[in-house]
């Protein structure tokens, strides 16, 4: 059995992606991009009988009273940066089983510490791994700690030279540019800009780091079937890994160096059916 083609996405909606969203919980920021994507995807709010998002921030079923769904299928996913390319996996496998019939994907958040108990969400909670042992005795807080040791170790292993790394971050705001929901839109740096930002952590720049932000995204997932009816272009799923792993802590792993997508990315192009060398399109993350 495989899932190559039971399945598509239907319908989206997004948010603009900014540095907050003042007085906005992440449900209602949630729950303004699903109520989009459902209507993109030329669906009422009844036809929604699955929902997935991501569980270290929203509790999948407060957020399901929250929106008034009846969901016969939920998961509260956490997968890191592969949540979402997971959820999508997990719609279609969830399809296939008829467990769910249309799949509401939808994730996001809200830095407003105000609303912080309204579905603000956040993760390495009281009693979670990383309070108990990462935040006293790793890295330091937040990820460029992590990010940091990844940087210098492939620089050791590689021979990466900081122009090479400067050149990802130039090349991933140029790609933002002209995107209306980007949180960058319009804002160019180079090479010169990274290089000369001051260190977070030897060797990583400020301008190589993630910024924290506020936003949302939702995606629709149906059968492929049922997505001929539809108004939109169906976007079929061809083949996925979901999700190979080795470390959650990643300066724990012995080939800090190796991610895991390795391993998903082949099991994604078996079932596809395609290889490497067939792709014309790859989107990286972190």
């Not at 990844?150 to 122009?163: D, I, P």
């Not at 790609?175 to 977070?200: A, C, H, Y």
């Not at 049922?226 to 083949?239: D, E, I, Q």
């Given at each position: ?57 929203v509790d999948v079923m407060q957020f399901a009273e929250y929106m008034g769904l009846r969901p016969v299928f939920c998961n509260g996913a956490v997968q890191h940066g592969a949540t979402g390319a997971f959820s999508v996996a997990m719609s279609a496998a969830a399809i296939e089983a008829g467990l769910a019939s249309a799949v ?183």
């Amino acid at each position: 059995m495989s899932l190559r083609g039971k399945a598509a996405i239907v319908g989206f909606g997004e948010l603009p992606t900014r540095r907050g969203y003042p007085g906005r919980s992440a449900f209602s920021l949630l729950a303004e991009a699903a109520k989009t994507a459902i209507a993109d995807a030329g669906l009422r709010k009844e036809q929604i009988d699955g929902l997935i998002t991501r569980a270290a921030e929203v509790d999948v079923m407060q957020f399901a009273e929250y929106m008034g769904l009846r969901p016969v299928f939920c998961n509260g996913a956490v997968q890191h940066g592969a949540t979402g390319a997971f959820s999508v996996a997990m719609s279609a496998a969830a399809i296939e089983a008829g467990l769910a019939s249309a799949v509401l994907c939808v994730f996001g958040g809200s830095r407003d510490p105000s609303m912080a108990r309204a579905g603000g969400g956040g993760e390495d909670g009281p009693g979670g791994v990383g309070a108990e042992w990462e935040r006293p005795f790793g890295p330091v807080i937040a990820a460029n700690g992590g990010y940091g040791l990844l940087k210098q170790r492939h620089m050791y292993e590689f021979g990466t030279t900081q122009e090479q790394f400067a050149k990802i971050a130039v090349d991933e705001r140029f790609n933002s540019l002209k995107n209306p929901n980007g949180v960058w839109e319009g804002q160019m740096i180079t090479m010169e800009d990274v290089i000369n930002s001051r260190f977070t952590n030897d060797p990583l720049h400020l301008l190589e780091c993630v910024m924290p932000c506020s936003g949302a995204g939702a995606l629709i997932v149906t059968s492929a079937e049922r997505a001929k009816s539809l108004p939109n272009k169906p976007a079929y799923l061809l083949g996925a890994g979901a999700c190979a792993t080795t470390h959650s802590a990643i300066w724990q792993s012995p080939r800090m160096t190796t991610s895991p997508v390795s391993m998903s990315s082949r099991r994604a192009y078996e079932i596809a059916g395609y290889h490497m060398k067939d792709a014309q399109f790859a989107e990286f993350y972190d």
